[in-house]
T-cell receptor, first 119, second 112 residues
Framework: GAVVSQHPSWVICKSGTSVKIECRSL??????MFWYRQFPKQSLMLMAT?????????EQGVEKDKFLINHASLTLSTLTVTSAHPEDSSFYIC???????????????FGPGTRLLVL | GEDVEQSLFLSVREGDSSVINCTYT??????LYWYKQEPGAGLQLLTY?????DMKQDQRLTVLLNKKDKHLSLRIADTQTGDSAIYFC????FGGGNKLTFGTGTQLKVEL
């Protein structure tokens, strides 16, 4: 159980276009999902916390108009990179928090990641 | 802010033990985690330890926590080639379902 999927797994786009990445919790409901960004050979940096039915909370330095997050249902959060540029090329990973019996489990489950290349 | 540091690279022979180290600065870190990332993939939770514990063992994995020195280590016994990956330690003051601060990652290479 607790499987998180991402789609697409990789995407190549032209500079100036927008790209949408989906994060789904397949066998559980997730009121909270997280979006991370990972540069080559570097650690994960939290970009934002996505909350179902409300606005996302962005980390300092992350442009909310650039990285649009929508958490429309308990199993789906989307990250849209608007007007993508080459510097947005990165590995984007989502995770979902499992909630059971009204208490949060002490872990979050990660998706396989989406590699974005902007030409 | 929080800072989590790891050595960047570790090379061991198959069958030997691997020890990956991590230091953190946030004294309020209550939950500490080890994740494994294989090439081009997401993160897999390996194990975790709460700050009120000194040691946790889970099959080939042993986690040691020195709260005084803010030092965490992951020991992998009988290291196999399938253990080759990047290992991240992570901390959270509120639990793993909340914001995690990740270390820089240690690339483990297992040689025959």
């Amino acid at each position: 159980g607790a499987v998180v999927s991402q789609h697409p797994s990789w995407v190549i786009c032209k500079s100036g276009t927008s790209v949408k990445i989906e994060c789904r919790s397949l066998d559980f409901q997730a009121t909270t999902m997280f979006w991370y960004r990972q540069f080559p050979k570097q650690s994960l940096m939290l970009m934002a916390t996505s909350n179902e039915g409300s606005k996302a909370t962005y980390e300092q330095g992350v442009e909310k108009d650039k990285f649009l997050i929508n958490h429309a249902s308990l199993t789906l959060s989307t990250l849209t990179v608007t007007s993508a540029h080459p510097e947005d090329s990165s590995f984007y990973i989502c995770s979902a928090r499992v909630q059971t019996s009204g208490r949060y489990r002490e872990t979050q489950y990660f998706g396989p990641g989406t590699r974005l290349l902007v030409l | 802010g929080e800072d989590v540091e790891q050595s960047l690279f570790l090379s061991v022979r198959e069958g030997d033990s691997s020890v990956i180290n991590c230091t953190y600065t946030d004294s309020s870190s209550t939950y500490l985690y080890w994740y494994k990332q294989e090439p081009g993939a997401g993160l897999q939770l390996l194990t975790y330890i709460f700050s009120n514990m000194d040691m946790k063992q889970d099959q080939r994995l042993t986690v040691l926590l020195n709260k005084k020195d803010k030092h965490l280590s992951l020991r992998i016994a009988d290291t196999q080639t399938g253990d080759s990956a990047i290992y991240f330690c992570a901390e959270s003051p509120f639990g793993g379902g909340n914001k995690l601060t990740f270390g820089t990652g240690t690339q483990l290479k297992v040689e025959l």
